[in-house]
Structure formats: C-alpha cells, structure tokens
C-alpha cells in the first residue's frame, strides 16, 4: 500500500500558546493541498502542553504529531533536529512549512542539513509544481519579487515569512492526535530561563486600528495632531523610520523592514511617502488609506483610498468629523 504524501507544518509556540504564523502557514498548506491533494499535518515540539494540542486540532489539518519529551519543553536546536528529522524520516512528507522567525531560521537549516534536503527560506508564496517546487523570495531589499524553482527533490523544507498569509481558522473537523515520544541526542547547549523583555509600550502588530505619521508631519509639535486622531478612531499612534530615528517616537512604534511587521485591518498612513522598507512592514493591511500631498507618493500603489492633500487640512476635519459622531 502506497502511503499518502503530506504537507508538514512545523507549529511555533510560546506560554503554551499557538504563534499565528503556525495559523497562517496552515492556511497556506490547506490551499496547497487542495490543489494537489495531500494531507496537510502539524508537528507540535514540545512537554506539558496537551491543551494547546487539543486546541491546535480543531484547525482544519488531518493530523497532529505530538513529539512529546522533557527536552523539548523549551527551544533547544539540537533536540529540535533530532526529533523533526525522525519524523520526516517516518512519514516522509513532500513539504515541510517553517515559520521564518527566530527560532525557525536556527532550526530549518540544521534539520535540512541532516537529512540532505533543499532548503528555501523566507519565502512570501509557494507552489507546487508538475516538476517539484517553486517558491517566490524578495530581493534588493523588498523591491523585486523573484520566482526560483527548486530542483527536484523527494521531500521540500521552506520557511515562509510571517504576517503573509491570512491565519487559518477553526473548523468543526477534529484532526487526529498522534502522540510520539522522539528519541534525542545529548543536546550542546542547555534551558537556563526565559527573561520576558521589559514592555515599555504597546505592541503596534497586535492592533487592528493603525494610524501611522511620517515626516510629512515636519515637525514633532505637530504629531500631537496625528496622535488626536489615532485616539478619536481608538487606534494606536505608528510611525515611519525617519519619526523614530529623529527620537520623536520610540522604536516600538516603527513599522517596516527594520521595525515591526502590521496588518491592522485599517492602516492609515499620514504623511509618509510610502518606501520599500515601510511598505514590507504594512502591505498585508486589510484597509489601507494614504495622506500624503505628492501625488506621485509610492504609498498610492498600495492605498485603498489615497487622498491627495495637505495633512494639515484633513487630519483637523476627520477629528472635526469622528467627533461628531
């Protein structure tokens, strides 16, 4: 009997809950399946976390492989390869998905190496071609998306980069609950403690209201305005590089390439002139609305609705406006 080939997404957690780049690779594995027609698994590395797994299985997969162990109650690159790469050794699935996050970049390649598979990361697409794999990547920093087609290949592991596909959500479908108890090297390095990084302000990816100033605002008097705004339609104050680097904003509010990554689903972009970096950060937005002056802005390209205007005058009538209301 042929075994069915699966789609392996490797799910990320943290305080014994889910990371929503799991969701949203999930997402992206159901839609590769439904096109191709394997199975779509999730391989949950961990200890003392039954209940995040009962959860994860109402996400719409056909199975879960729970690789229970002590060493794996915390992140540990060593224990992590081992257990992932007996797993895919045993069920040999066509495609791994790995979230290109921190722990996913230290991991992904130690568990290609071992197994001698192709490894693709930071990917923003991928599709399954008659010949093997072909996955999408950004380079010059974000201004050209480029196709490259892996060679062929028995099995597949890719990072995907997070924030770009919608999440995956609950279905009245339970998935099967594998439980399996991997067998582990002597790791190189050892869990000492977890230290929570000092929270001096709010999480900016965590909001679904954006309002985000740029230098377009001129001077840092007037981001008072923008922040009057932000506060009339309940949404949090962003900001483009330039504000954070001029101190005029801490860095937690940065959005872009070399600040947070959003997609609240209403992005307001005030001032801001719209540069590759930025948009990285903001593009998946569900609702996008430009203010910027200069009609020729590269934010207008990806605006749902661009308003070419002075801020000065449009920012004062939507408070005026939301007031009223």
């Not at 390649?109 to 930071?122: I, K, Y």
């Not at 050209?144 to 009245?172: C, D, M």
Request: charged fraction near 25%.
């Amino acid at each position: 009997m042929v075994r069915e080939r699966e789609i392996l997404v490797v799910a990320e957690h943290r305080g014994k809950e889910l990371r929503e780049v799991t969701l949203e690779m999930l997402r992206k594995a159901k839609q590769l399946s439904g096109q191709a027609g394997y199975r779509v698994s999730l391989a949950i590395l961990g200890y003392g976390i039954s209940d995040l797994v009962e959860e994860a299985s109402w996400f719409g997969m056909d199975k879960v492989y729970y690789l229970k162990h002590r060493e794996l109650e915390h992140y540990c690159l060593d224990c992590y390869k081992d257990a992932l790469k007996g797993l895919i050794e045993e069920e040999n699935p066509l495609l791994v998905l790995i979230g290109h996050t921190a722990t996913g970049m230290d991991f992904a390649p130690s568990v290609a190496m071992s197994l001698n598979l192709p490894l693709a990361t930071d990917c923003i697409d991928l599709e399954l071609i008659d010949s093997g794999l072909k996955v999408t990547r950004q380079v010059y920093g974000g201004k050209v998306n480029v196709e490259l087609q892996v060679k062929p290949h028995k099995s597949y592991i890719v990072t995907l980069r997070p924030t770009v596909f919608r999440p995956a959500e609950k279905t009245e479908r339970k998935a099967q609950i594998v439980e399996i108890t991997p067998r582990l090297g002597r790791p190189r390095t050892r869990f000492v403690r977890y230290v929570k990084p000092e929270i001096a302000d709010i999480d900016i990816s965590q909001a679904e209201l954006i309002v985000s100033v740029g230098r377009g605002i001129g001077e840092r008097e007037n981001i008072k305005l923008v922040e009057e705004l932000a506060e009339a339609i309940g949404g949090v104050l962003a900001a483009s590089r330039p504000i954070v680097d001029s101190g005029w904003l801490p860095k937690t509010r940065q959005v872009g390439q070399s600040g947070k990554t959003v997609k609240p689903k209403l992005y307001l972009a005030i001032g801001i002139s719209g540069s590759t970096q930025h948009v990285m950060g903001m593009k998946n937005s569900e609702f996008i609305v430009a203010i910027n002056k200069d009609r020729n802005a590269p934010i207008f390209d990806i605006a749902d609705v661009g308003i070419v205007s002075d801020l000065f005058e449009v920012v004062p009538a939507l408070i005026e406006l939301l007031k009223e209301k």
